[in-house]
């Protein structure tokens, strides 16, 4: 992997690809699509927020480059990665006229990148894909790595493939124009990656997170850059999640559970979820006295500086039970013989995997968890 001020290179022998981060580049995406292009035919996929914001500015860049487009908009939000939108995206590509040279771009976040990337790996048995991830989340994990995917009843993003985009292309200034929430949503990935191995990050992130919220471009385009050279290398050993890369969840067992039982309805954001994931982990791991109890309050009291969630209190968790929040953990991707792998921790930047997390002592810590969250 190779690092300069604005591009990474994820290696993955003909699967690779590179990663651009700077700000304005929308504005030139057809001069960094055209060389990857097999035609000059492309259709883009974007949403019903981000297409009025960015659409126009990407088919002007495209036109000027010679680029023809045509463009499908999906409805805003976590309830579009379903069966019945998937169907409806590929209907729509196919009434198109695409032939096995047509590259499909995803314009928008973690949603429209995860059912793009795999409406592309299902058409006429896989085509390409181009990434521009317009949410500081999708910037920094959904759009690297070639995960992609839609989620069933049974759970999140159970149904998917494997499939590498041929670009990532992340415009920071694209962040301008995101709810605070939604950033701080992205930010819960962010710092993930300074907890899970990269203490200096962490250091890092402690003292420029807040400027990374407020809107300094220099701090963001870093954070951003940081974050995918971690996940980059995790993916460049691991692309298929048969060892190191489920490392990338740590969190999202916890957080998937939470969001199950939200319902997906944008009352608790994929960000948040983990950013409440992420605490839990570290708590019940101090709970088991594998993690300082230090450890967990300098986490927790990082987040809560900038306003993020770290426990159940908002939630509308009425009615939950740790056997509820269980029942979802087993349904998670990385079930095998009936025992879930578990992110845990030795204290930040000390992440391990497990699946030797003994059913009573889950129980112990969800049901004090959940009484906490009532009190």
């Known amino acids: 992997m190779t690092i300069d001020k604005k591009t990474l290179h994820v290696a993955l022998d003909e699967r690779s690809y590179d990663i651009i981060a700077a700000p304005g580049v929308l504005s030139n995406a057809g001069d960094y699509f055209l060389p990857l292009l097999k035609t000059r035919r492309v259709i883009i996929v974007t949403d019903s927020n981000v297409g009025p914001l960015y659409l126009d500015r990407l088919g002007q860049s495209l036109a000027d480059s010679g680029i023809v487009y045509d463009a499908v908009t999906l409805p805003a939000g976590e309830a579009t990665k379903s069966m019945a939108h998937f169907e409806q995206l590929l209907e729509k590509i196919l009434a198109m006229g695409i032939e096995r040279g047509t590259t499909l771009i995803a314009l928008g976040g973690g949603v429209i990148g995860d059912i793009t990337g795999f409406a592309a790996s299902t058409l006429l048995r896989g085509i390409d894909f181009i990434q521009v991830p317009t949410t500081l989340l999708s910037q920094v994990d959904s759009s690297v790595g070639g995960k992609t995917g839609i989620n069933a009843k049974a759970g999140k993003n159970l149904i998917g493939a494997f499939h590498q985009p041929r670009l990532v292309l992340i415009d920071t200034e694209s962040l301008n124009s995101l709810p605070k929430r939604e950033l701080l949503a992205g930010y819960a990935e962010v710092v993930k990656y300074g907890l899970l191995g990269d203490a200096d ?118 009615g939950w039970t740790a056997e509820l929040l269980m029942k979802h953990m087993l349904k998670d991707k990385k079930v095998k013989d009936g025992k879930v792998m578990f992110v845990l921790v030795r204290g930040i930047a000390q992440a391990y995997l497990s699946r030797d997390v003994e059913d009573g002592a889950l129980q112990e810590y969800l049901d004090d968890l959940l009484t906490r969250s009532k009190s």
Request: glycine residues 10%.
């Open 201 to 318: 990050f962490f250091n890092w992130l402690e003292e420029n997170g807040k400027k990374l919220i407020d809107g300094d471009q220099d701090v963001r385009r870093e954070a951003i850059l940081r974050s995918c050279a971690a996940k980059a290398d995790v993916v460049a050993q691991d692309e298929r999640e048969g060892g190191v890369r489920a490392l990338l969840n740590l969190g999202h067992t916890f957080g998937h559970a939470l969001e199950k039982e939200c319902g997906y309805d944008g009352g608790l954001l994929h960000g948040e979820a983990v950013a409440i994931g992420m605490v839990m982990a570290f708590e019940y791991c101090a709970a088991q006295g594998l993690c300082p109890q230090e450890d967990v309050v300098r986490v927790k009291e990082h987040l809560l500086s900038l306003d993020m969630p770290v426990d159940l209190k908002a939630l509308p968790c009425e």
